[in-house]
């Protein structure tokens, strides 16, 4: 089955038994179930932390979608991310880690390398000799990694990853929140776990924060259910509701998106104001063909290097479209510099580590008409062109 048409209609492809047939999830809001009054079903509940109709339903759908063997929908991504952790890593564990990550995955790992003792290594995923040799020189429980990175859109090679980690007897994760399964599926590249936050692409609206996280075995799907039962990680009824009603368009968004983003990235290489323009879907940029050979659709998200930093706070500021906002992936364009927002807690020294200045801005292309985004983005940095109508 294709991936349009299983969440075209999720209700049907999902175990989730309705009375009353409904074709959209109901949402099951309750913290406890009866018993005695339950229908003869495969399942039986009790508490909504444990388990409930309507998560699991959309439990079922990820796992598809991803082609793994068991989903926990946990209440953000960062939660996801520490689920992971608790579930696989112990005191005195050491966890290989792509260098370009979300501040808010250093942020956790500075937190569990002060009250836990998991040591955090640091690696070039794009340079597969580095991630090796940090292998080898390690005892490494667990390689997690984005693709595209955040924020610099580097390109992993999943597949040649997931070889060493087999090769060095390591779990593999990949944090699959901008490519989503609508573009890439970590688990049939060789990913022990696949993870993302659903605030992004995959709701689309920006109106919920969520997050999954899809084991490749049962064994670790277990695990992991285990573990969100035990902290108290699991999503609200409600929130999984709001994240399945940008299901049935996810693709087309996507698809969408890519095309202004092109456009927009060909643009922004045109103005003497913008230095350097990053975004795999341009055939500039250093990875392009893997970009293209391991993702159906190239996310919408790029980044910018202005002339200085007053520039780039010149573009933030004069837009009137894309608001300054964290996040990406969702209907409505926004716009942030990274060092200030979303890798605040970056050090300097690890800033410049992987590219960051605070000229550097990343855009997250939504699905407003792309002449009045080129139109805004003049407008905001003034430039000379009659190319484009001035909003």
Known sequence: MQLETLLANISQH???????????????NTATFDQKRQFPNNKNYDYSRTDNPTRNALEDIFTLAENGAGCV???TGVSALALLFDTVLKSGDTILVERDC???TYRLLSILLEKYDVRTCYADFTELSEVENALEQNDVKLILCESPTNPSLKIVDLKSVADLS?????????DNSMATFASQKPLDLGADFSLFSATKFISGHGSVVAGAIVAKTEHWS???NYFSNAHGRAQSP?????????????VYRMKTQEQSAIQLSEFLNTLSDVIDVKFPGLPSHPQYELAKSQMKIIPSVLTITLKSAEK?????QNTKLFGEKVSFGTSDSRLEIPSKMSHATYSEEDLKKIGLTHATVRISV????????????QQALKVETNKYVKL
């Open 14 to 28: 999902s175990n989730l038994v309705d009375a009353y047939g409904a074709t959209h999830l109901p949402i099951y």
């Open 73 to 75: 929908c946990t209440n």
């Open 102 to 104: 979300y501040g808010g």
């Open 166 to 174: 087999q090769k060095y007897n390591t779990l593999f994760a990949v």
């Open 222 to 224: 277990e695990r992991l």
């Open 238 to 250: 409600f929130d999984v509701f709001l994240v399945s009603l940008g299901l049935p368009t996810l």
């Open 312 to 316: 780039a706070e010149q573009l933030i």
């Open 366 to 377: 939504g699905l407003e008409n792309i002449d009045d985004l080129i139109a805004d983005i």
